[in-house]
């Protein structure tokens, strides 16, 4: 029986090179999954399917291989690259995701999800997720030069950075109300996220919680769905 892979986080840019290189070695690794997850994010940012970098280029021929094979490939779109649609959805050989979806994964219902909507705390970021999700605004923004767009991504990365840097140990994590809420109203035992940057297993009173890592420049992490087990993993390249 071939397994169900969940991956986040990785920021692909043009700065990361080592985990490009691990994403490579991730996929030709796990060549018999059945379906595989990408929980957002997978992009540093995206500035629209008709992004024309040879970085774009590179990511889309990677995830049209596994599609390829015959491994069923899942996109969720991040808060980093909420710009993918449904071009790249399908040059990839992908489906693509809303903010929320229940699975079933191992006879078990799973809700799985980006994450961010889950950090309520962050108030000053839902707003701002609020506006970036605007289908009016989105329309506007990829009307744009790809440029401008390059330059507004740009933007809003230097901004997290430097609110990061401002406070290094006030990143805001899931709001437990926000976890309890989430697992009634989709009335599911298990939840599988990213975005936190917190990777952990957790067992709450709703049910059990798997978090993502962000991938390194010598680690990634996946959430391995196999023989009626449903575990997180982390591994070196």
């Known amino acids: 029986m071939a397994s169900t892979l969940f991956i986040s986080d990785l920021h692909l840019s043009d700065n990361t090179p080592e985990i490009e290189a691990g994403l490579y070695q991730f996929l030709e690794r796990e060549q018999d999954m059945a379906r595989l997850f990408i929980l957002g994010d997978f992009f540093e940012y995206w500035i629209g399917d008709d992004d024309d970098t040879p970085l774009a280029r590179r990511g889309i021929s990677a995830l049209r291989q596994v599609s390829a094979r015959g491994t069923e490939l899942y996109l969720v779109r991040g808060n980093r690259d909420l710009a993918l649609g449904s071009v790249f959805a399908d040059q990839v050989g992908a489906t693509l995701l809303g903010d929320t979806t229940v699975v079933d994964l191992e006879g078990v219902a799973t809700l799985i999800l980006h994450g961010d909507t889950l950090c309520t705390d962050d108030v000053e970021y839902q707003k701002m997720r609020a506006i970036l999700h605007d289908p009016a605004w989105q329309a506007d923004m990829l009307q744009r030069p790809l440029e401008e767009r390059r330059q507004f991504a740009q933007g809003l990365r ?48 709703a049910g059990e919680r798997l978090v993502l890592g962000d991938w390194s420049a010598s680690q990634g992490w996946c959430v391995r769905a196999y023989q009626g087990a449903c575990s997180l993993e982390s591994f070196s390249y």
């Open 158 to 205: 230097n901004a997290s950075q430097e609110k990061a840097d401002k406070d290094p140990d006030n990143i805001i994590d899931v709001n437990d109300d926000a976890v309890a809420a989430a697992f009634a109203d989709h009335g599911v035992d298990r939840m599988i996220h990213g975005h936190t940057h917190r990777p952990h297993a957790h067992q709450t009173p």
